[in-house]
């Protein structure tokens, strides 16, 4: 037995989700399907990041275990031939089996991007929000600095979620605006809580519009409420862009 990694990519616009569901489409799902048509074993993937229905990456990791001979850098052009051309496997290769995508320490890397103007480009309209309020990036900029750190952000989380621990690491957080008029807003941490990315982007839309102070941003984190921070943005301007791990693998 072996165990091999996949980077994989895909549009997330057509899918319920990376994680399986017994009534949706999903990418977990139809990763499973084509590996076990492939290597005729019943094969199920282990992902490191259960993104939400509408968001994208460029580097999602997964592994799974399996007896078949195929040399592992093989696996992704086989495979690819296999998916639709809306989720593409970039890479291939062994690692050793005690390495786990959500187990093993990472760091993972999102961004939200925003059309910001008055017309929106139909040619992004599936991995970026339009919003056509001015936004104030430096003001943006000045509030997303004070989530780098180790903080509680249970004011950044989903109500919705069962987790207890809602202490997470921000290591860069910032906010740009291209000559295109697209505003990225790009996040690094080394884990992350379910919506925190999107209502993180939410948070800081709200302050590019005046909503809310770029101060108040420290205050929002001390009051672990998730009704003082902003809303959620949209899913389909969220992209994960890389998961990076240490050494080993």
């Given at each position: 037995?072996?165990?091999?990694?996949?980077?994989?990519?895909?549009?997330?616009?057509?899918y319920?989700?990376?994680?399986?569901?017994?009534?949706?489409?999903?990418?977990?799902?139809?990763?499973?399907?084509?590996?076990?048509?492939?290597?005729?074993?019943?094969i199920?993937?282990?992902?490191?990041?259960?993104?939400?229905?509408?968001?994208?990456?460029?580097?999602?990791v997964?592994?799974?275990?399996?007896?078949?001979?195929?040399?592992?850098e093989?696996?992704?052009?086989?495979?690819?031939?296999?998916?639709?051309?809306?989720?593409?496997?970039?890479?291939?290769?062994?690692?050793?089996?005690?390495?786990?995508?959500?187990?093993c320490?990472?760091?993972?890397?999102?961004?939200?991007?925003?059309?910001?103007?008055?017309?929106?480009?139909?040619?992004?309209?599936?991995?970026?929000?339009f919003y056509?309020?001015?936004?104030?990036?430096?003001?943006?900029?000045?509030?997303?600095?004070?989530?780098?750190?180790r903080?509680?952000?249970?004011?950044?989380?989903?109500?919705?979620?069962?987790?207890?621990?809602?202490?997470?690491?921000?290591?860069?957080?910032?906010?740009?605006?291209?000559?295109?008029?697209?505003?990225?807003?790009?996040?690094?941490?080394?884990?992350?809580l379910?919506?925190m990315?999107?209502?993180?982007?939410?948070?800081?839309?709200?302050?590019?519009?005046?909503?809310?102070?770029?101060?108040?941003?420290?205050?929002?984190?001390?009051?672990r409420?998730?009704s003082?921070?902003?809303?959620?943005?949209p899913?389909?301007?969220?992209?994960?862009?890389?998961?990076?791990?240490?050494?080993?693998?």
């Amino acid at each position: 037995m072996r165990r091999i990694k996949l980077v994989v990519a895909y549009d997330g616009t057509n899918y319920c989700g990376w994680q399986l569901q017994p009534n949706g489409v999903t990418i977990e799902g139809m990763l499973n399907n084509a590996l076990s048509e492939l290597l005729r074993e019943d094969i199920q993937v282990i992902g490191a990041s259960r993104t939400d229905a509408g968001v994208h990456s460029l580097g999602n990791v997964a592994v799974f275990d399996t007896a078949a001979r195929i040399p592992p850098e093989k696996i992704c052009y086989a495979l690819n031939q296999r998916l639709p051309e809306d989720i593409v496997v970039q890479s291939s290769s062994e690692v050793p089996f005690d390495f786990h995508p959500r187990r093993c320490y990472s760091e993972k890397t999102y961004e939200y991007r925003i059309l910001n103007r008055k017309i929106p480009d139909p040619t992004i309209r599936h991995n970026t929000y339009f919003y056509y309020r001015h936004l104030d990036v430096e003001k943006m900029q000045q509030a997303a600095g004070d989530l780098v750190g180790r903080h509680d952000f249970k004011s950044f989380c989903s109500a919705r979620t069962s987790v207890e621990d809602t202490v997470r690491e921000i290591l860069l957080c910032t906010v740009e605006r291209s000559a295109k008029d697209i505003v990225t807003i790009r996040v690094t941490g080394t884990g992350f809580l379910y919506n925190m990315v999107r209502i993180i982007a939410g948070t800081l839309i709200s302050v590019g519009v005046g909503e809310i102070k770029p101060e108040a941003l420290s205050e929002i984190l001390v009051k672990r409420d998730r009704s003082a921070a902003g809303p959620t943005a949209p899913a389909k301007g969220l992209t994960m862009q890389e998961i990076k791990y240490g050494k080993s693998t």
